[in-house]
């Protein structure tokens, strides 16, 4: 039976579930975030480079833009609540050398997503300052290399998060097995594909918003079991 004096500390046990619940919160709301902002830019901007600057005379896409715009620190901070509880989770068991990578990719895929969000928003004050030609020009550049941004570099960093983040959780025994082979698959996906398309994309918020769910569950269980 739990303690449930009034000012009495939590046991060690208590503290813990809500360690896992806290990640698995944080990275549900990433998920979803994320997963808006891939839809609603994915829409909004053609993948056709020729006609990269028509989404700007277009209000609703650029409503749609700037609504994703928006949304994007959220998520950010969100995804550095989601690593930061999980690393407090792991404590002592934690590999120093693939943390590194874990933290290290982490940061580098969200510090890539807000580069992209920012030429992005770069986008909507030119192409109001700007004459039509030019700012087709402008805008044409700039959609590229955001996109390069996103889909070479930043995907590519959340494939090694996860490849770290599972070989953490195949050490340590924290996940079932096929969740970390599932984990291995998917970020093998997300380093190969060459054409990435809005699904591809979006393999990084599903899968975490997967293992958040499961995190959830587990320690919801837990929870219910120690009350008892």
């Known amino acids: 039976m739990a303690d449930n004096t009034p000012g009495a500390e939590p046991s060690g046990l208590a503290t ?5 619940r806290a990640a698995a ?22 993948r056709d480079p020729t ?5 700007i005379t277009s209000a609703s896409s650029r409503g749609s833009v700037a609504f994703a715009m928006n949304l994007i620190p959220f998520a950010g901070i969100a995804f ?7 690393r407090n989770r792991l404590g002592d068991r934690e590999d120093k050398f693939f943390a590194t990578v874990f933290l290290g990719s982490g940061l580098v895929f969200i510090a890539m997503i807000f580069a992209s969000s920012a030429i992005a928003g770069g986008i909507l004050t030119a192409a109001q300052q700007l004459e039509a030609s030019s700012a087709f020009e402008v805008t044409t550049f700039a959609r590229a290399e955001m996109l390069e941004i996103t889909n070479v570099y930043a995907l590519r960093m959340a494939g090694v ?8 959780w195949l050490r340590t025994g924290l996940m079932a097995r096929w969740t970390v082979l599932l984990t291995y698959l ?6 190969l594909m060459i054409d990435l398309s809005l699904w591809v994309q979006l393999v990084f918020p599903v899968w975490t918003l997967l293992i958040s769910s499961l995190i959830l569950v587990r320690s919801t269980k ?4 120690l009350d008892h």
Not at 30 to 40: D, K, P, Q, S
Not at 186 to 191: G, H, I
Not at 222 to 225: A, D, E, F, R, T
């Open 16 to 20: 813990e579930l809500r360690t896992p």
């Open 25 to 46: 919160i944080a990275g549900i709301l990433f998920a979803l975030m994320l997963g808006t902002v891939i839809v609603m830019m994915s829409s909004a901007i053609p």
């Open 51 to 55: 006609r990269g600057g028509v989404w």
């Open 80 to 86: 550095l609540w989601f690593i930061g509880v999980i």
């Open 161 to 168: 998060f996860m490849i770290s983040l599972g070989t953490v």
């Open 186 to 191: 998917l970020a093998l996906s997300l380093m």
């Open 222 to 225: 837990s929870s219910m079991l």
